[in-house]
């Protein structure tokens, strides 16, 4: 190639074709580093949520794990009061709402995913007074709020499962959950042979009343989490209670946590195997993704649909195949499901194009939206996964413009906007993932993805919690000093820099969000698609540069490349390894 002229796109000339750059706001007027004022709606963030139908089929959706995102009254655990705080930074970030994780009554066993309340706050986070302001707070904002409910379990102190062991075998009370006698002749061995996701067996035998040993109940997850019966007519009223209490509070709609498992197959048969299912797993088993689970999603769609303005439910679905995945957005169901099969792919332009494909082929067969997610609070952060360090680095920016490019709705889970890598080295007397806890070796926990975030300062727990006074309940590594949300902010060349660029292009690219894509050939290891009108994503996931035909303006890189022109004068591009480039066309290119 001759002429060749090295771009970043990242620093202060970066080219801007599409949109001149907005004016750089002061952090300090984005996260008032004392945590303790939560942020007043400004007349500039009093835009109502955004009006336009089908919201959804587009939104940029932000992940807030609350324990860890930030702790508004320095218990040193994240709340909602930390959440409202940080409003105006999420907002300048650019993404279009927020899911927080449970917040409801819990022993924590499961880090909230073990619900002892439905309609109230745990005062660990706050109360249902602090919720009634976020979500005011965070529609001012123009920000909607996603809320967990979690149908498949309960706490074991839920007082449901009080009642349920205080009963009779037989007894109503017993029957909101899956109670069976056990095999042998005693009754000593579990009814079946299913497996807790977190390992070991899905059923614990209880003590009945008069001290002797009883019947065994199911737990897909840790025995502090039992199964509702969801064939049971009472559970299902109470659930439709529960998303009307909420609903009626304002949220814009619900992650609903385990979404295939709620119906198990009729007479609870034997898998046969062992080693049945991990974390987001996609085997056929007898306990997930039976159809019948469908119905109880048709009928949640219905109480959806008599809200105004467009509230949602997504789907926590591990389904085996993207089809399956895709019955569980039909037009009378949910509105979006995770796309896990995304996640899960390899950092490999083959794979990532058919699974693509298959994820919009699929979609579009039923009208939904393809949803895009690279990290959340239950996988090893995809920095950490695509390689760590450098490398990790560069192909987490080159797969944020990837996922940011396709059409459909993304995930983006607190703290990949700021390249955090997955922490390995936490004190062990410090972890609480049953995960770990349950599992074979103890090496599969979550809590390495689950740190508190960063925001400003030079030393852990970078006031994460207000003035410094607590540590995090998990420490942050010293060297996140340089990854904080202060550190990054006006760095445009930073994460979090280039995180705020695709957003804000994404949001003014008429091209991008909802719609569709057209692969053009490209050699092996890079991806090449159109977004009309006028957009186009390159992508090398290989390990040597590649030259390609430049197909217009660049606007944004994830990494330096070359910009030339081929021996026939032709502009081309060399793109290197693990970058991706986005390009606007104007008619003339
Ligand atoms: C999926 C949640 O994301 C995970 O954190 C939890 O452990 C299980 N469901 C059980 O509720
Ligand atoms: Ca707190």
Not at 120 to 134: E, I, K, M, R, S
Not at 352 to 370: E, F, H, K, M, N
Request: with cysteine.
């Amino acid at each position: 190639m001759e002429d060749t002229q090295t771009m970043t796109l990242t620093g202060p000339d970066r080219v801007l074709a599409a949109a001149p750059a907005q004016p750089t706001q002061a952090l300090a007027d984005l996260a008032p580093p004392a945590g303790l004022s939560p942020a007043q709606p400004s007349a500039e963030l009093s835009a109502p949520a955004d009006e336009r139908a089908a919201w959804w089929r587009e939104a940029v959706i932000y992940q807030v794990y609350i324990r860890s995102f930030a702790d508004g009254n320095g218990d040193g655990i994240g709340d909602l009061l930390g959440i409202r705080t940080r409003l105006p930074y999420l907002r300048a970030l650019g993404v279009d709402a927020v899911w927080i994780t449970p917040f409801y009554p819990s022993p924590m066993a499961d880090g909230g995913y073990d619900v002892g309340d439905y309609c109230a706050v745990d005062p660990l986070f706050g109360t249902l007074g602090d919720f009634d302001a976020l979500v005011a707070e965070a529609h001012a904002a123009g920000l909607r709020v996603i809320v967990d409910v979690v149908p498949n379990h309960t706490s074991d102190r839920h007082q449901w499962f009080t009642e349920a062991l205080a009963a009779e075998p037989g007894d109503a009370a017993r029957g909101r959950y899956i109670f069976r006698p056990g095999k042998g002749e005693h009754g000593e061995l579990p009814p079946n042979d299913w497996e807790s996701v977190f390992g070991g067996p899905a059923w614990t035998r209880i003590v009945e009343r008069d001290g002797t040993a009883g019947e065994w109940y199911l737990h897909l997850f840790d025995p502090a989490q039992p199964d509702l019966n969801w064939h049971n007519p009472w559970v299902r009223e109470q659930f439709e209670q529960v998303l009307e209490f909420w609903l009626d509070r304002g949220v814009d709609g619900f992650r609903v946590d385990v979404a295939h498992g709620m119906i198990k197959q009729h007479g609870l048969p034997d898998v046969g195997y062992s080693g049945q299912i991990t974390m987001l797993g996609n085997a056929v088993l007898p306990y997930f993704d039976q159809d019948e689970v469908h119905q109880i999603h048709r009928s949640w769609r219905r109480i959806l649909d008599t809200y105004p303005g467009e509230r949602i439910a997504v789907a926590e679905a591990w389904a085996p195949s993207l089809e399956r995945l895709a019955a569980y957005v039909r037009p009378d169901e949910l509105h979006q499901a995770f796309n896990f099969h995304y996640l899960g792919t390899p950092w490999e332009a083959q794979p990532l194009r058919t699974v693509i494909d298959q994820s919009l082929g699929t979609a579009r067969l039923v009208g939904a939206p393809s949803t895009w997610v690279l990290s959340n609070h239950d996988v090893q952060r995809h920095v950490t996964r695509y390689g760590g360090g450098e490398t990790g680095q560069r192909r987490a920016r080159a797969a944020a413009l990837l996922m940011l490019a396709l059409p459909g709705s993304a995930y983006v889970y607190q703290g990949e906007e700021l390249g955090l890598e997955e922490v390995f080295d936490l004190p062990a007397e410090l972890l609480q993932d049953p995960q770990r806890f349950r599992s074979a070796d103890g090496s599969s926990g979550r809590d390495g993805c689950r740190v508190p975030l960063p925001w400003n300062g030079a030393v852990p727990p970078f006031n994460f919690t207000p003035l410094g006074i607590a540590d995090g309940w998990l420490p942050a590594p010293a060297h996140w000093a340089a990854r904080t949300v202060e550190a990054q902010w006006q760095d445009p060349d930073s994460m979090l820099g280039l995180y705020r660029e695709a957003l804000r292009l994404r949001r003014e690219h008429p091209a991008l969000g909802d719609g569709a894509l057209e692969w053009s050939p490209s050699p092996a290891g890079t991806l090449v698609f159109t977004r009309e009108p006028g957009f186009v994503c390159t992508v090398n996931t290989g390990s040597e540069p590649v030259a390609l035909p430049a197909p217009g303006t660049p606007v944004l890189a994830s990494g330096p490349f070359e910009l030339g022109a081929d021996a026939a004068g032709q502009a081309s591009v060399v793109l290197p390894p693990d970058t991706a480039v986005w390009w606007v066309r104007s008619a003339s290119d």
